[in-house]
């Protein structure tokens, strides 16, 4: 560094001075200043005492003097604590290093050698917004492809996008019903908060159809029935929920053949998934914008899914896996 550069040479050039000791480099050790003393950084002068034969006290106090005396553009002031001389470097000496580094726009860059590195982050879901998380996310891997780049690495940057699933198709269904024609432009909504809001639609009618489902024989019947000794009606049915989801729910049924349809192909719900995923894909990318970030390679679950999916079929045939709720005791 600089400063440190700076501070070698002073103090190489002091103890010539006073002493007509030619230290080597190996002898004049800086390490930032303990927290609890006063100075920047700290001139380690055990091994200068040992080969000049001078008290360390003495050794110390004289450097010290010698640096703010002759010296005063770069070091301020000194203390002395044993064999650690102190010293605080002088507001002259910060300000002029940094126009020093503000004038120089590749300071720090280094050159490119050739590796490569992929920094992955964002990878929203197209049900919801973006939001504060997503942002922190954001940043970070942002800023970790810039350190990166600095660094001299080919730097790409990616983010991997779950486009598709029973969340996905909740938007999808909830839209579909209750939308009544609404798009982004329409409601001048944002257009990843505008489907975000018809996920959460999907989960407020759920819920309605849920809780006039829990008064019906059917649902009396199934808590009289699997409740567990002492568990309450609300606790049972809030812990039900995902079972109904899958296997009385009305809307719960629609969302899971609306996930089969598109599995299948069928045109009419892959051009709705195409057109809410637009929406959401322009609200990110008016995120990105303001943000000033950008991406290298974009990925989709849409196109990979299949590879995973292939993987646990295989893992169940050959018996790697098994589809059976396995009770564990102990």
């Not at 070698?8 to 927290?35: I, W």
């Not at 759920?206 to 309450?232: D, K, L, N, P, V």
């Not at 893992?315 to 589809?323: C, S, W």
């Amino acid at each position: 560094m600089l400063f440190l550069d700076a501070l070698t040479r002073a103090a190489g050039k002091a103890l010539a001075e006073l002493y007509n000791y030619s230290a080597p480099e190996s002898d004049l050790v800086f390490n930032h200043t303990r927290p609890e003393f006063e100075g920047d950084y700290t001139l380690v002068i055990f091994p200068v005492s040992k080969k000049t034969g001078v008290p360390l006290t003495d050794l110390g106090s004289a450097l010290g003097t010698w640096l703010v005396k002759h010296e005063p553009a770069l070091v301020q002031s000194w203390n002395l604590e044993k064999g650690f001389l102190n010293l605080t470097l002088s507001d002259s000496f910060w300000t002029e290093n940094l126009l020093k580094v503000y004038g120089t726009p590749d300071f720090g860059v280094m050159k490119k050698h050739g590796s490569k590195i992929m920094v992955e982050f964002s990878s929203p879901n197209t049900n919801k917004p973006l939001h504060l998380g997503h942002i922190r996310n954001i940043l970070l891997g942002w800023s970790c492809s810039k350190i990166m780049e600095t660094n001299g690495y080919e730097v790409i940057k990616t983010q991997i996008i779950n486009d598709r699933g029973i969340a996905i198709c909740k938007s999808m269904l909830a839209w579909q019903k209750f939308g009544e024609g609404k798009t982004p432009e329409s409601t001048g909504i944002k257009g990843d908060h505008f489907v975000g809001d018809y996920y959460v639609l999907f989960e407020v009618k759920f819920q309605e159809e849920y809780q006039h489902w829990q008064q019906s024989e059917a649902a009396r019947h199934i808590f009289a029935t699997h409740a567990r000794e002492g568990e309450s009606e609300a606790q049972f049915f809030k812990n039900f929920k995902n079972s109904y989801f899958n296997e009385y729910s009305t809307l719960g049924s629609e969302a899971r053949k609306m996930l089969l349809d598109w599995e299948a192909g069928d045109p009419d719900t892959i051009a709705l998934w195409k057109k809410l995923n637009s929406w959401v894909y322009d609200g990110f990318d008016e995120t990105y914008r303001k943000l000033g970030v950008n991406f290298d390679a974009l990925y989709y679950e849409s196109d990979t899914y299949l590879l995973g999916k292939d993987a646990i079929l295989s893992g169940l045939e050959k018996e790697f896996f098994t589809d059976r709720k396995t009770e564990v005791s102990g």
